[in-house]
T-cell receptor, first 110, second 117 residues
Framework: SQELEQSPQSLIVQEGKNLTINCTSS?????LYWYKQKYGEGLIFLMM???GGEEKSHEKITAKLDEKKQQSSLHITASQPSHAGIYLC??????????WGAGTKLIIKP | DTAVSQTPKYLVTQMGNDKSIKCEQN?????MYWYKQDSKKFLKIMFS???????INETVPNRFSPKSPDKAHLNLHINSLELGDSAVYFC????????????????FGNGTRLTVT
């Protein structure tokens, strides 16, 4: 069955530094979503990517979907404490079921 | 003005009890979901309803029974609770019809942390 692999599993970054989180599938992805989860809260929708090569930005967060539509990266520029949380990618696979990565835990050191 | 709200936020109960979690969305969405997030943070789909009709029912013990009185509500009832049921349960909704839509992200509630002792 198709799976989404996220890397790294966890990340500790000094405040102000840039970072990248990856989401990889062995098969083509359709409708790739990035979400953020804070402890005790639900998942907050960040961005959706659909087309190969697509790139979207929101404030200091940029997400890209590669041309083959098998990998997406989430890049945060000049990280802030408010960026801390768990980032999850979700996507529709070839069987039209929504699948999820295991999440990347991001800690920002002041 | 909460879009997807679920209650209670925390639920602590003993093995063997029956409990319910309620979910309501005010987004006018057609599809609602229940997800289970385990200790490793994996999100697993349990059920999906579209306009009050069950469209996804993953391999979930039949102790779990969803009920959708109308398309804005999807409640989850759990009978004979077991230790392994301890997890965070998330309700979500989307505009998707038929269970999926590439253009329709899910909107999640804040989760219900269930602890079975």
């Amino acid at each position: 069955s198709q799976e989404l692999e996220q890397s790294p599993q966890s990340l500790i970054v000094q405040e102000g530094k840039n970072l990248t989180i990856n989401c990889t599938s062995s098969k083509t992805l359709y409708g790739l979503y990035w979400y953020k989860q804070k402890y005790g809260e639900g998942l907050i929708f960040l961005m959706m990517l659909q087309k190969g090569g697509e790139e979207k930005s929101h404030e200091k967060i940029t997400a890209k979907l590669d041309e083959k539509k098998q990998q997406s990266s989430l890049h945060i520029t000049a990280s802030q404490p408010s960026h801390a949380g768990i980032y999850l990618c979700g996507a529709y696979g070839s069987n039209y079921q929504l699948i999820w990565g295991a999440g990347t835990k991001l800690i920002i050191k002041p | 003005d909460t879009a997807v709200s679920q209650t209670p936020k925390y639920l602590v109960t003993q093995m063997g009890n029956d409990k319910s979690i309620k979910c309501e969305q005010n987004l006018g969405h057609d599809t609602m979901y229940w997800y289970k997030q385990d200790s490793k943070k994996f999100l697993k789909i349990m059920f999906s309803y579209n306009n009050k009709e069950l469209i996804i029912n993953e391999t979930v013990p039949n102790r779990f029974s969803p009920k959708s009185p109308d398309k804005a509500h999807l409640n989850l009832h759990i009978n004979s609770l077991e230790l392994g049921d301890s997890a965070v349960y998330f309700c979500a909704s989307s505009q998707a019809g038929g269970g999926f839509s590439y253009n329709s992200p899910l909107h999640f509630g804040n989760g219900t942390r269930l602890t079975v002792t």
